[in-house]
C-alpha cells in the first residue's frame, strides 16, 4: 500500500516555474510507475505525465510536452513535477498517482494522493 502526499502548488504568474513534490509512503515506491494528473474546474481529470519505475522512461501530454519535466528520486520516496512557461490553461489541481501496472495504462492509477492547487494568474 502507497500512501501519497502532494506539496508545493500555488498561485503564480504565466511564465514562472513551479515544482511540485509528492511523496510517498510504504517500503515499495520504486515498485510503481508514478504519474501527475490534473483538474481544472468544470472538467474531468486529464493525465499530464507518468514515469517508470526506475525513472528510466516519462511520458507527457501534448499540453505539457516540453514545459514540464517528470523525476523521481527513490532513495526520497519522491516524485516531482518541474512545471516551467506556466499558462493560465494549466490552472487545476493537481493530484500525483501509482500504479503497479505500466505507466502507459492510465486506467490502472490507483493509488492517489489528495492534490495541491495550482493556480496561474494571466
Known amino acids: 500500500q502507497v500512501q501519497l502526499v502532494e506539496s508545493g502548488g500555488g498561485l503564480v504568474q504565466a511564465g514562472d516555474s513551479l515544482r511540485l513534490s509528492c511523496a510517498a509512503s510504504?517500503?515499495?515506491?520504486?515498485?510503481?510507475?508514478m504519474g501527475w494528473f490534473r483538474q481544472a474546474p468544470g472538467k474531468e481529470r486529464e493525465f499530464v505525465a507518468a514515469?517508470?519505475?526506475?525513472?528510466?522512461?516519462?511520458y507527457y501530454a501534448d499540453s505539457v510536452k516540453g514545459r514540464f519535466t517528470i523525476s523521481r528520486d527513490n532513495a526520497k520516496n519522491t516524485v516531482y513535477l518541474q512545471m516551467n512557461s506556466l499558462k493560465p490553461e494549466d490552472t487545476a489541481v493537481y493530484y500525483c498517482a501509482g500504479t503497479g501496472s505500466s505507466m502507459y495504462n492510465l486506467r490502472a492509477y490507483d493509488y492517489w494522493g489528495q492534490g495541491t492547487q495550482v493556480t496561474v494568474s494571466s
Open positions: 510504504g517500503p515499495t515506491f520504486s515498485n510503481y510507475a
Open positions: 514515469i517508470s519505475w526506475s525513472g528510466g522512461s516519462t
